[in-house]
C-alpha cells in the first residue's frame, strides 16, 4: 500500500517536475544571458496563467491551444519590463536589478488582484481530470499531457538555443559578454530578445500550470522560488540539468507530501527550498570572477 | 571629510534636536485627531523595523523576509504577556532578545554553513519568515493557531497619579511618546554602531567582501553581527505593534508587508543616510495609508511596487540626495551634471 | 619564510595546481609567471586561505596556515592585491587605505592614528594628493597603487602581488616598478609578485618560479629562466616577448 502510494507520488512528481523545468528555463535563461535574477518570473507565469484562465472562461478555449496567446501577451510584458526598467540600470550594482524586479513582481502580483480578485482559478477541463491506469499506477491525463507538453516546449528552445544563429549568440553571452562583444554580437539586442524568450516561456509555462493547480495572485513568490531552486539545483543553460532538476524538485516534494502529516506540507516546499540553498555552495552558479 | 569623522557636529546635533523637540510638541501644537495620531504611531513602529533592515543593508545584506523577525517578536511577547504574566515592558525586552538569537541563528546557517551571498541570502530571508508563519499557524496550542490573539495588553495598564489617567489602551498621545523614545533609542544605538569600528566593517564587507577580508575583515563576524542587531530590534518592532494594536494573527503578523515596507521606505529615504529609513519611512507609511489605500482598497502594495521601481531607476540613493541633487544643479543654473559624488556628503552623518 | 609543498587544487576535473612546491625567503622579490590559466591566481588564492588546497602544507613563518581564514591569515602578516582590482569603491582613497590600518593588524591603533599612519601610506605609494577621491573615480594606474597601499597598510611581512603592472603605460609602469623595490628595499617587506609584463618582472625579480598548467615547470634567476626550454615551449605561441 504504503509502496504503491509512494510509487504514484514519484510518477506524479515527474510528470509535475516536467512544468517545474519548463518553468524554471525561462529564468535560467535571463538569469544566464544577463545575470538578472528576475524575481517576478513567478508573477508572469502567474499572468500566463490568467490569460489562459480567461480565454477558458470567456471564450472556452481549452489552455492548451491558449498556450501561445499565453506567451504572447507575457512575452510583451517581458518587452516592456526590459525595455523600460532592466534595462536602464544595467551599471547599477547586481543587486538593484533584484530590488526592481522584485518591485515589478509586487506590481503584477497586486495588478492580478485587481483584475481577477483573491479567488483561487482553475481550469478545469473534464478530459484532463479522467485517469488513466499504467499497472498500479494511476496518474490523470491532464498531468501526462501537461508534461509532455513542457517537455515539448523545452526541447524546442533547446533547439533554437543550440542551433540558429540567435542560440549562439545567446549562448556566447552567457559564456562571457565581453568576448561575444568583441565578436560583433549585439549584446542589448540579444538581452532583448533573450527576456522576451524568457517571458514567453513564463506564460506558456502558465497557461499550463493553471490547468493543474489553483492560481492566486500572491502564488507568484512560491513560484519564483521554486524556478530558482532548480536553477542552483541544475546550473544555468543545461537542458538536462534543467530537466532534472525540475523533476528531482517535483519527486522531493510529491514524496514529502505523502510522508509528513497535511498541516506540515506547506512547510516542505521552503525546508526544501533553505536546505537546497545551504548545501549548495552558490559560487556554483556564479561565473567565478578572478 | 571621510567616514571616519563620524561624530555629529554641533550645528547638526542641533538641528537633530530640533526635530526631536518638534515631534514632541508635534500634537500639542497641531490639534491631531485620533486617527491621524494612530497612523503616526503606525509610522513610528515601522520605522524601527525599517531602521533594523536598513542595518543589515549597510553591511551589504538584502533581506526579503523581515517579517520573519517582525512576527516573531510579536508573537513572543504577546504570548508571554498573555498567558504567562510577563510584564510588556519585560517580555519586549524577551522578544528583542529572542529576535536577536533568531538573527545568530539565520545568520549562522546562512552565513557560516551556506555561504550565502546577496540574491541567495535574500531569498532565504523570504523562506524563512513563511516557516515561521507556518509553524506559528500549526503550533496551535501554544500560539492558537489561525485564529490569532486577541486583547494583548497594552505596554503599561491603565493607572491613575495625581488625578491624572495614563490610558495607553486609549490614549493615541502617550502611546506617540512612548513610541517615539522607542525610535529616538533604535536611532541612537545604530548610529553609534555605525559610526563604531563595527559600522566601517559594514562598510568595507557592503563594497567588497573579498576585499574586506583580504584586509582582516572577519567578515562573517561582523555580518553575524548586523543581522542580530536587526533580529532585535526588527522583533522589538514587532513586539511593540502588538501592544499597540493589541491583536496579532499568522498571517498578519508575516505579512509581506513588513518585508515590502523597509525596504521601500529604507530605499527611499535612503540606505546611506542614518536617518533616511526613518524620513522614508514616514513619508512612504503616510502617502500608503492616506493616499494609496483610498485609490486602491485591496492591493494599495500595487503602487508600493510600482513606487520601488520608481525609486530604484530615478533615485537609488533616496529622495535626500535627489533633491539636493536637484538643488544643487537649479542653483549651478541648471546643469545637472554639475553634481558628483565628491560633492556630495558621503558620511551619514551629515545629514543625519 | 613562506613555504609551501605538495599543494594540489582541483576545480571539478581541472587541475589548476598540481603538486606545487615554492618557497619565498625573506626579503627577496620573488616573480611567478605562466601562460594565462596556469594557476598563479588560484595560488594567491591557495595562500590566502581563499581556496583550500586539495592536498599539501603551506608554511608562514614556521607555522601551518591552511585552514586558517583569510582574514586571519592577513593579520598574520600576509597581505594581497587583486589582478581585477577591488577597492572599496565608494570610499575616499584615504578611508580605504585607513581600514586596512584598523582591521588587518592583531593590535589596531585607533581612528586618528590609523588616519594619520594612513596618510604616511599613501605618501608613500604616490597617492597622498588624492586622498579624497572615491575610489571609483581614480585611474587604473591609481587604483592598483590604492590596493599596494591598503595592502601595506595592514602591515604585512609578505606581500603577493597579483599582475599590478599589466594595463599601465610605459610611465606608470616604471614607477610601479620603482614603488615595488623601495617596498622591499625601504620597508623591508618580501614580494611574491604575478607579472605578465616580462620585461617589469625580469628587471624586478631576485629569481622566478613558473607555473603551466598547473605544474611548475622551471625556478631559478631570471637569467635562467629565459633559457630554459620548457619555459620557452609553454609560452610559444603566446605573445610575449623576452
Ligand atoms: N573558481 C573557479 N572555479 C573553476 N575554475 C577556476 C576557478 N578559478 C580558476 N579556475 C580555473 O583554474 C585555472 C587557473 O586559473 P588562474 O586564475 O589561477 O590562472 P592565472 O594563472 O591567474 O591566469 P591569468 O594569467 O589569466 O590570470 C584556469 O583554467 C581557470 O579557469
Ligand atoms: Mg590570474
Known amino acids: 500500500m504504503l509502496w504503491e502510494s509512494l510509487l504514484s507520488s514519484i510518477v506524479y512528481g515527474i510528470l509535475v517536475g516536467g512544468v517545474y523545468a519548463l518553468i524554471s528555463m525561462g529564468l535560467a535563461l535571463i538569469w544566464g544571458v544577463m545575470d538578472v535574477i528576475n524575481l517576478s518570473h513567478g508573477e508572469l507565469v502567474l499572468l500566463g496563467g490568467y490569460v489562459a484562465y480567461w480565454l477558458f472562461v470567456l471564450e472556452d478555449l481549452n489552455p492548451l491551444l491558449s498556450l501561445p496567446l499565453a506567451a504572447l501577451v507575457v512575452g510583451s510584458i517581458g518587452l ?10 544595467k551599471e547599477a550594482p547586481a543587486l538593484n536589478t533584484f530590488l526592481l524586479t522584485y518591485g515589478i513582481g509586487i506590481f503584477i502580483a497586486n495588478a492580478i488582484l485587481q483584475i481577477w480578485t483573491a479567488d483561487y482559478r482553475r481550469v478545469n477541463v473534464s478530459f484532463f481530470l479522467e485517469t488513466v491506469s499504467l499497472g498500479p499506477i494511476r496518474v490523470s491525463r491532464g498531468d501526462v499531457l501537461t508534461f509532455s507538453l513542457s517537455f515539448g516546449l523545452i526541447m524546442f528552445t533547446h533547439i533554437i538555443l543550440t542551433k540558429t544563429y540567435l542560440g549562439k549568440a545567446i549562448r556566447a553571452l552567457t559564456e562571457d559578454r565581453i568576448a561575444a562583444q568583441l565578436m560583433g554580437i549585439n549584446d542589448k539586442q540579444v538581452d532583448i530578445i533573450a527576456f522576451v524568450m524568457g517571458s514567453m516561456l513564463a506564460g506558456a509555462a502558465g497557461s499550463l500550470f493553471v490547468s493543474l493547480y489553483y492560481v492566486y495572485p500572491a502564488l507568484g513568490g512560491w513560484i519564483t522560488a521554486k524556478a530558482f531552486i532548480i536553477v542552483v539545483l541544475s546550473g544555468v543553460g543545461s537542458m538536462s540539468g534543467t530537466i532534472l532538476g525540475g523533476v528531482m524538485l517535483g519527486v522531493a516534494e510529491s514524496i514529502a507530501t505523502t510522508l509528513i502529516s497535511a498541516s506540515y506540507r506547506e512547510l516542505i516546499g521552503f525546508v526544501i527550498f533553505i536546505i537546497t540553498l545551504l548545501i549548495k555552495p552558490s559560487g556554483l552558479l556564479g561565473r567565478s570572477s578572478h | 571629510m571621510g567616514i571616519f569623522k563620524g561624530k555629529i557636529s554641533s550645528f547638526e546635533l542641533k538641528t537633530f534636536i530640533l526635530v526631536v523637540a518638534l515631534a514632541y510638541m508635534l500634537p500639542f501644537m497641531v490639534g491631531f485627531s485620533a486617527y491621524i495620531l494612530h497612523v503616526l504611531n503606525l509610522a513610528l513602529i515601522i520605522s524601527v523595523l525599517s531602521l533594523s533592515w536598513s542595518i543589515l543593508v549597510s553591511c551589504g545584506q538584502i533581506s526579503f523576509g523581515h517579517a520573519a523577525f517582525f512576527g516573531s517578536g510579536a508573537y513572543v511577547s504577546a504570548l508571554l504577556a498573555i498567558d504567562y504574566g510577563v510584564p510588556p515592558p519585560v517580555s519586549i525586552l524577551i522578544s528583542g532578545v529572542f529576535g536577536a538569537l533568531m538573527g545568530a541563528g539565520i545568520g549562522g546557517l546562512c552565513f557560516r554553513l551556506g555561504k550565502l551571498t546577496g540574491p541567495y541570502f535574500a531569498l532565504s530571508m523570504l523562506a524563512f519568515a513563511e516557516i515561521c508563519r507556518i509553524i506559528v499557524i500549526n503550533l496551535g496550542p501554544l500560539t492558537r493557531g489561525p485564529l490569532g490573539i486577541y486583547d494583548i495588553p497594552p505596554f503599561l495598564p491603565v493607572f491613575k497619579f495625581w488625578g491624572l489617567t495614563l490610558d495607553l489602551y486609549r490614549d493615541k498621545v502617550p502611546n506617540y511618546y512612548l513610541l517615539l523614545a522607542v525610535l529616538l533609542f533604535t536611532f541612537l544605538v545604530v548610529r553609534k554602531v555605525r559610526n563604531s569600528r563595527i559600522g566601517f566593517a559594514f562598510k568595507c564587507i557592503s563594497q567588497d567582501e573579498d576585499a574586506a577580508e583580504t584586509v582582516g575583515v572577519d567578515t562573517f563576524r561582523y555580518k553575524l553581527i548586523a543581522i542580530t542587531v536587526s533580529g532585535l530590534f526588527a522583533a522589538v518592532s514587532g513586539a511593540f ?64 511596487g510600482a513606487l520601488l521601481v520608481i525609486i530604484v531607476i530615478y533615485m537609488p540613493d533616496g529622495f535626500m540626495i535627489k533633491v539636493k541633487e536637484l538643488l544643487t544643479s537649479i542653483s549651478k543654473g541648471g546643469k545637472a551634471e554639475a553634481v558628483t559624488e565628491n560633492v556630495l556628503p558621503r558620511g551619514e552623518e551629515e545629514l543625519c | 619564510m613562506l613555504e609551501g609543498r605538495n599543494i594540489s587544487k582541483y576545480f571539478g576535473g581541472l587541475a589548476a595546481l598540481k603538486n606545487v612546491y615554492f618557497k619565498v625567503t625573506k626579503g627577496v622579490i620573488k616573480g611567478l609567471i605562466g601562460p594565462n590559466g596556469a594557476g598563479k591566481t588560484t595560488l594567491f588564492n591557495v595562500i590566502m586561505g581563499v581556496y583550500k588546497p586539495d592536498s599539501g602544507v603551506i608554511k608562514f613563518k614556521g607555522e601551518n596556515i591552511i585552514g586558517l581564514k583569510t582574514n586571519q591569515i592577513c593579520k598574520r602578516g600576509i597581505g594581497r592585491t587583486f589582478q581585477i582590482v577591488k577597492p572599496f569603491k565608494d570610499l575616499s582613497v584615504w578611508d580605504n587605505v585607513t581600514m586596512g590600518v584598523l582591521f588587518g593588524r592583531r593590535n589596531p591603533p585607533g581612528v586618528k592614528e590609523a588616519r594619520d599612519e594612513a596618510l604616511m601610506i599613501l605618501d608613500f605609494m604616490g597617492l597622498k594628493g588624492k586622498r579624497e577621491v572615491l575610489a571609483k573615480n581614480l585611474t587604473l594606474a591609481d587604483k592598483k ?41 625601504e620597508l623591508g617587506i ?4 604575478v607579472e605578465h609584463v616580462m620585461r617589469a618582472v625580469m628587471e624586478i625579480s631576485d629569481e622566478i618560479m613558473v607555473l603551466h598548467h598547473g605544474e611548475k615547470i622551471a625556478e631559478g634567476e631570471p637569467c635562467e629562466i629565459t633559457r630554459d626550454e620548457r619555459v620557452i615551449e609553454a609560452y610559444l605561441g603566446e605573445k610575449y616577448i623576452f
Do not use: Q
Request: glycine share 6%; net charge negative; proline share 4%.
Open chain 1, 80 to 89: 516592456i519590463m526590459e525595455k523600460f526598467f532592466v534595462s536602464k540600470i
Open chain 2, 241 to 304: 505593534y502588538a501592544h499597540y494594536t493589541h491583536y496579532m494573527e499568522p498571517s498578519h503578523a508575516y505579512s509581506v508587508s513588513w518585508t515590502l515596507l523597509p525596504v521601500v521606505s529604507s530605499l527611499f529615504g535612503g540606505i546611506n543616510l542614518l536617518s533616511g529609513p526613518i524620513f522614508g519611512c514616514l513619508i512612504i507609511w503616510c502617502t500608503d495609508e492616506f493616499l494609496f489605500t483610498e485609490l486602491l482598497t485591496r492591493g494599495h502594495e500595487l503602487l508600493l
Open chain 3, 145 to 185: 597603487s590604492l590596493e599596494i597601499a591598503r595592502a601595506l597598510a595592514t602591515k604585512p611581512e609578505i606581500l603577493l602581488l597579483d599582475e599590478v603592472v599589466a594595463g599601465l603605460n610605459p610611465t606608470e609602469t616604471i614607477n610601479m616598478i620603482k614603488r615595488i623595490k623601495r617596498i622591499r628595499d
Open chain 3, 190 to 193: 618580501t614580494i611574491l609578485i
